[in-house]
């Protein structure tokens, strides 16, 4: 399969505009079949904007977006919607429903759009709850009785419900801390081996970078400056990009991503 045959979403001339303020401006970017791809850059520079674009949470004002190689653009509502269920999300704080335990908020998107009955929703979130890594005893607390890293994975099981092609992933590993950031960054490679899904992320962390990402896409001056391997991001002349993988932080993700390979 070569790169075009491989493009799962070609973006090509996105705008976003909040009524002054420019956000992406004729941006362009693609994302390739089974790649983990992760997009960087300052703050204020689109990056949960451009997520939110591609599933259909934002209407751009200009520019088109193609998925499984059909425009949004021209999509029936009946065929977007079938489209967006083939993407799974999970948001930043996870955004479980409070009021309801991990077992429904995992079984909620298989009762309302998989129309499946209840024992048999909750019988499928099982096997997604324990595919994520939470134990058996988790399905029935609330998400104010898990820690950090429990939300996440519960938030995952529910981003997977639907047996998403494509996973997208907000901040996934913030506010964890580094041994719960690191095997989450693990679950996230594994699920991809195993899935065969294509997962887009939104991050900071840059150990997340080194350790499972196939290409990083950086924005700044409201477009996709550079998208290729990390190697080659790294390599660029961009002030922002040289501060940010060549300071401190950037040095230690970079080496610590080494030691991880030579004892592998």
């Not at 004729?26 to 300052?42: E, K, P, S, T, Y």
């Not at 077992?103 to 909620?108: G, R």
């Not at 499946?116 to 324990?130: F, N």
């Not at 996230?188 to 990083?216: E, P």
Request: hydrophobic share 45%; aromatic share 4%.
């Amino acid at each position: 399969m070569n790169d075009a045959e491989s493009v799962i979403i070609r973006i090509r001339g996105l705008t976003n505009r909040f009524g002054n303020q420019t956000v992406h401006e004729n941006l362009d970017l693609d994302i390739h079949q089974r790649d983990i791809i992760a997009v960087v850059g300052g703050s204020g520079s689109g990056k949960s904007v451009l997520l939110r674009s591609i599933v259909g949470l934002h209407t751009p004002d200009a520019g088109n977006i193609q998925i499984f190689g059909e425009s949004l653009n021209d999509m029936s509502q009946h065929h977007r919607t079938e489209t967006e269920q083939r993407l799974g999300i999970l948001f930043q704080r996870g955004a479980l429903f409070t009021s309801l335990t991990v077992l429904e908020n995992a079984a909620l998107p298989l009762i309302e759009h998989a129309k499946l009955s209840r024992p048999d929703a909750e019988h499928l979130a099982k096997i997604k709850l324990a595919l994520v890594g939470l134990p058996a005893d988790a399905s029935d607390k609330y998400p104010d009785a898990l820690s950090g890293g429990m939300i996440k994975r519960a938030a995952l099981a529910r981003a997977l419900a639907l047996d998403p092609e494509v996973l997208f992933l907000d901040e996934p590993t913030a506010g964890l801390d580094p041994i719960a950031a690191a095997a989450f960054d693990q679950l996230i490679l594994t699920l991809r081996d195993a899935l065969g899904l294509t997962v887009f992320l939104v991050t900071h962390d840059l150990d997340t970078l080194y350790s499972i990402c196939d290409r990083v896409a950086v924005l700044a001056n409201h477009q996709v400056i550079i998208a290729d391997t990390l190697p080659n991001v790294a390599q660029s002349n961009d002030p922002w990009i040289k501060e940010y993988f060549h300071g401190p932080r950037g040095r230690a993700a970079q080496l610590a991503a080494e030691r991880h390979s030579e004892a592998c």
